[in-house]
């Protein structure tokens, strides 16, 4: 089958024992980087030397069939840099190939920089949604932002240090500058930091300058004030342009703070009177 392995994100004491022992037994591992997973195996002392297959982000569609094929006869493991495969890293279209050719999945859990920097951010941990990598144009990170205006949920978020100044900018811009937010710096590592405040605060802090990989936590935003009739007047247009009644229900419940539950039971009498009448 095929294994998916997280490995350290900085932390060499944070591989698990699991994964040790799968590294010391496994004949053929399929690697984002083979000189990156050459240094694991002599970190953690593994004597084992499996085949390495490189599985990057300009040859999984075409190296897949091959790997998929080896799966049916032997494990695989697939190793990412850091972290888990397939977040924000190959592993996605050979998990999709394997899964289409009925080959068996299975993962080892361990180090994850989205719920790390999750759970020290200080922000709502209940809901949060992971937006990958930050675009590197102003004008499509601004898009982008836009697009998560009325989004309530927490915000994961990955970023270049070289940009980082202009994305927290961008997003004081959109989401604006009293949004809540914290950037997170070389997590698990020595020099390990979370910055907290409001975006404006952080624009500032980053203004300095900022080394060493990044995660960008940003609170969702807060329910707008919206009367209840307002809302289910939204309700309904969604409902007009195609979305189904208890979907536009939940969606308009979570930017406005009203019942998802009654919004759908007084859409439904709205929709009912409005049928009589015709």
Not at 141 to 164: H, K, N, Q, Y
Not at 184 to 199: D, I, M, Q, S
Not at 222 to 248: H, M, N, W, Y
Request: hydrophobic share 45%; net charge negative; glycine share 6%.
């Amino acid at each position: 089958m095929i294994i998916l392995a997280a490995t350290p994100i900085g932390n060499l004491g944070d591989a698990s024992r699991r994964l040790v022992e799968t590294l010391e037994e496994i004949t053929v591992i399929a690697a984002e980087d083979t000189r990156t997973t050459q240094r694991l195996l002599a970190a953690l002392n593994v004597a084992n030397r499996p085949r390495l297959i490189a599985l990057h982000d300009h040859n999984e569609k075409e190296r897949s069939p091959e790997i998929v094929e080896l799966a049916r006869e032997r494990d695989v493991l697939v190793l990412s840099d850091a972290g888990m495969p397939t977040v924000s890293d190959p592993g996605y279209g050979l998990v999709a190939a394997a899964a289409a050719a009925g080959v068996g999945v299975t993962a080892i859990p361990g180090p994850s920089a989205v719920l790390t920097a999750l759970a020290v951010s200080g922000l709502p941990t209940d809901r949060f949604t992971f937006e990958g990598f930050v675009a590197r144009k102003h004008g499509e990170r601004v898009s982008a932002f836009r697009a998560l205006g009325a989004e309530s949920r927490t915000m994961v978020f990955f970023d270049a240090p070289t940009r980082v100044a202009a994305t927290l900018s961008d997003m004081a811009e959109v989401f604006g500058a009293d949004r809540r937010a914290a950037v997170c710096r070389e997590l698990t590592k020595f020099y390990e930091e979370t910055a907290r405040g409001t975006l404006a605060e952080l624009v500032t802090w980053a203004d300095a300058g900022v080394r060493g990989e990044l995660v960008i936590v940003v609170a969702g935003a807060e329910p707008q004030e919206i009367a209840f009739d307002d809302a289910v007047a939204q309700v309904l247009s969604l409902v007009a342009s195609g979305t189904r009644l208890k979907d536009a229900s939940s969606e308009v419940s979570q930017h406005t703070g009203h019942s998802s539950r009654e919004l759908y039971q007084a859409s439904l009498a709205a929709r009912t009177k409005s049928s009589a009448k015709l």
